[in-house]
Structures are given as structure tokens and as C-alpha cells.
């Protein structure tokens, strides 16, 4: 039994936001009231304290299967329990791509070891072909919580739109990654800093938003949900909320790199800012931001995207590998660039990263109520806290090591059980 006393209990669902105490015993949460004395419970002193639902991450690569030097399942769902994370959606990317029952299975059984929820989605197509669906039905009866080919976009319209009337059939959703490679240049790098500085044609903003366009619009015809992930682009977010004024099913995310830094980073970070979409524009940093403001974008959602050293310390960096891993640091952008920023409250940031992501899957998470689960995320929201290199994660490409950032994570308590104490 677990008697966490006198924090800021906050809960985006029921918009509860008070001081108070919440008990906890057998993976549930009994109690919560202003004051609450049970005799024997172990306590937990939250004074000065937020107690928020445990975060939601609905966009994480563990690399699980066949990748593990870069991550696996135990050190990814470490690296979650790090950053305030209870429940995660892991990407189908992996080697072999999870596009049948028995990788899925696989993968199902080793993340059920894990003292987190950790979920995983399909890919849309067979081993990313870009043409053959997966069996969508017999996926989601092994497991799989949705269907996304993140990483590689669907150049094939048809398939789309097939992708899309199979997901309505079975009251699911797909998830898209929108990058046209016939628009783009090289990856990982902002069109404009990559003519400017390293003389290279880079990744186009029309590349994000033409793709996205036809995809929204596909989605609109056959009133299937279709949910956008990582936009980057000024236009991204208008395209979204043009689809959702028209009456089309579509949600969309956007990463906390994308809310807080610019192209400019990569001149200071070097590849560990190598990142797809890229980091673009002041115009479309505060476009996003105006996007999670008014509501057309529901989700943050990390992309963590671990790497090797070795794989991210090359000579050319036309040649490393994009992404960077982002669980152990998203909170706390989140503090930094949005709430100490003025720009959301810290209710509306908690939304975004608890319920609404939660909703999205209609996973049992996500909020904080009597007899709900005990999942709970207790931080100091206005620490300061030195990013450096120990990250629980086995990677360490994050372009934010060495900035002072706000918030703590102090603990994390998933199932009733604390799966993480700093």
C-alpha cells in the first residue's frame, strides 16, 4: 500500500487540481481526498510536488527486434520510467518489421516483462513494401493496438486509401509518416540550412505538407480516422485543421523538438540534431505551438529514436543516421518551451501528453480517479535540471545534453509498483 501525501494532484479528465493525498494498494487507486491516514501504507512525501497521471508516449522506437545495440525493449521501457512514462506505443520499424503474428507475438512477450505498459502497432504494409497490406484483422486479435509504416511514407495513393477503408472496417485507425520522397532532397536536414550551409538540396516543406493534403482529404472520402504523425511545417497544421473544419477524422502529433529548437541547432549539435522531419523554421516552431494551443494538434509525442555513437559520430554527416532519443527529456521541454514559455498552462501540457493520447487508443490510462489504475507521474515542475549523458537509455543522441532545462522527475509508479525513484 503506497500513501503518496500533500502533492498538487492534478488530472486533465476531470480537471481536478487541488492538494491532496492518494492512496494506492493492488495495482489500483483506492482514495484520493484531502487528507487520507491509513496505518502501515508507505509514504510518499509530495509536498511542492505535481502527482499527474502517468505519461503517454504513443510514439517510441525500441529497435526490438534486430537492432538492439541501439536499443532494446528493458532499456526503452527503463528510459520511459525515467521520463514520467507509464505507457508507450512502440513503431513496427524494427528487423524484420513487425508485419506478422509471430513477430508481433515476439515482441508482445518480451515487452510483457516490463514493469511499464508497453504496446506495440503493426506495419500497414508487408516488411514496408509500400504495396501489400498486412492481415489488419489478425494483428489486432495478437495484440497490436494500430498500424503505422513510420519511417517510410506511402507513396501509393490506392494503397492509402485501402489502408484506410480496412482500418474503418475494424474500428481502428492508421498512423502516417508524410514525407514525399519524390519532393525531398536528403533527409534529416531543413531545405533552408541545407542550401545555406552544407550546399545540399535537404527535406522540403512541401514534401510534409503536399503528402499530408492527399491523405487528409483521403481520409475525409472514406471517413476513416487517419492520425498524422510529427508535423513539422506551418502549412502541416493548417492542412490538419482544413481536414477537421471539413468534418474529417484526423488527429495529429507533434515531438517536443519540433516545439522548442530550430534549424539553427544542427550548427551547434551536429548530427545528434539530425532528425526526420527536421527541425524547420522560427515561423513553424511557433506554428506548432499555435496548433497544441487551439487544440487541432491533441498529442505530443516523442519519436524516440535511439542510435548508436558510433552510427551518429561519423565524419560526413550527410551520413548519420536522423532521430534522437527523447523520453528522459520531453517532459521537460514541455515545462520549458511551453509552460514556463506562457504558451500553455500546465493542465493543457498534461492533457496533451496523459489523456488525450490515451483517448486516441482508448487505453485505461491517462487519468487519475477512484478505482482507476495506479499510474502516476510525481515531478518537481520547477526544478532546474543540467541534461547530461547518463541516460537510462542506451543511447545518448540528444541534442539538448549540456541546457539547463525545467522539471524533475521525481517519481514514477506504474501498476500500483514504483518503477522509478530519482
Do not use: W
Not at 503506497?2 to 494498494?25: A, F, H, T, W
Not at 487544440?295 to 548508436?308: C, K, M
Amino acid at each position: 500500500m503506497l500513501l503518496i501525501k500533500n502533492g498538487r494532484v492534478m488530472d486533465p479528465k476531470s480537471g481536478l487540481d487541488q492538494v491532496c493525498d492518494v492512496l494506492v494498494q493492488d495495482g489500483k487507486i483506492i482514495k484520493i481526498a484531502p487528507e487520507v491516514k491509513e496505518e502501515g501504507a508507505e509514504i510518499i512525501d509530495a509536498t511542492g510536488l505535481v502527482v499527474a497521471p502517468g505519461l503517454v508516449d504513443i510514439h517510441v522506437h525500441f529497435r526490438e527486434p534486430g537492432q538492439t545495440h541501439k536499443e532494446d525493449i528493458h532499456t526503452g521501457a527503463l528510459a520511459a520510467a525515467a521520463g514520467g512514462f507509464t505507457t508507450v506505443v512502440m513503431m513496427a520499424n524494427t528487423s524484420p518489421t513487425i508485419s506478422d503474428v509471430e513477430t508481433l507475438q515476439e515482441v508482445l512477450h518480451s515487452a510483457a516483462k516490463e514493469k511499464i505498459n508497453v504496446k506495440t502497432v503493426a506495419t500497414i504494409t508487408k516488411n514496408f513494401n509500400g504495396q501489400d497490406l498486412t492481415d489488419f484483422k489478425a494483428l489486432l486479435e495478437a495484440g497490436a493496438v494500430g498500424f503505422s509504416d513510420d519511417g517510410i511514407p506511402l507513396e501509393s495513393s490506392k494503397v492509402v486509401k485501402e489502408a484506410m477503408e480496412e482500418a474503418k472496417k475494424l474500428n481502428t485507425f492508421i498512423s502516417l509518416h508524410e514525407e514525399d520522397p519524390g519532393l525531398n532532397g536528403i533527409l534529416g536536414f531543413n531545405e533552408n540550412i541545407a542550401k545555406e550551409h552544407f550546399h545540399i538540396c535537404g527535406a522540403t516543406g512541401v514534401a510534409e505538407y503536399a503528402m499530408m493534403a492527399r491523405d487528409v482529404m483521403i481520409a475525409y472520402a472514406t471517413k476513416a480516422h487517419v492520425h498524422i504523425q510529427h508535423l513539422s511545417k506551418e502549412e502541416s497544421v493548417k492542412v490538419v485543421e482544413f481536414a477537421q473544419k471539413l468534418g474529417a477524422q484526423v488527429t495529429a502529433e507533434v515531438a517536443p523538438q519540433h516545439f522548442s529548437k530550430t534549424e539553427a541547432l544542427l550548427l551547434t549539435q551536429g548530427s545528434n540534431a539530425k532528425m526526420n522531419p527536421p527541425l524547420r523554421l522560427e515561423s513553424d516552431r511557433r506554428a506548432v505551438i499555435e496548433g497544441l494551443k487551439s487544440g487541432v494538434i491533441t498529442v505530443i509525442a516523442t519519436d524516440h529514436a535511439p542510435h548508436h555513437a558510433d552510427e551518429k559520430n561519423v565524419k560526413d554527416i550527410t551520413k548519420a543516421p536522423s532521430g534522437m532519443t527523447g523520453l528522459e527529456t520531453s517532459l521537460s521541454l514541455g515545462l520549458t518551451y511551453l509552460v514556463e514559455a506562457e504558451e500553455l498552462s500546465l493542465m493543457e501540457l498534461l492533457e496533451k501528453m496523459t489523456y488525450n493520447p490515451a483517448k486516441l487508443y482508448n487505453f485505461e490510462a491517462g487519468y487519475l480517479a477512484e478505482n482507476g489504475p495506479a499510474d502516476i507521474t510525481i515531478f518537481d515542475a520547477k526544478a532546474d535540471r543540467l541534461v547530461d549523458s547518463h541516460f537510462a537509455s542506451k543511447a545518448t543522441n540528444s541534442p539538448f545534453i549540456g541546457e539547463t532545462l525545467k522539471g524533475q522527475v521525481k517519481y514514477t509508479i506504474c501498476k500500483g509498483q514504483i518503477v522509478y525513484q530519482n
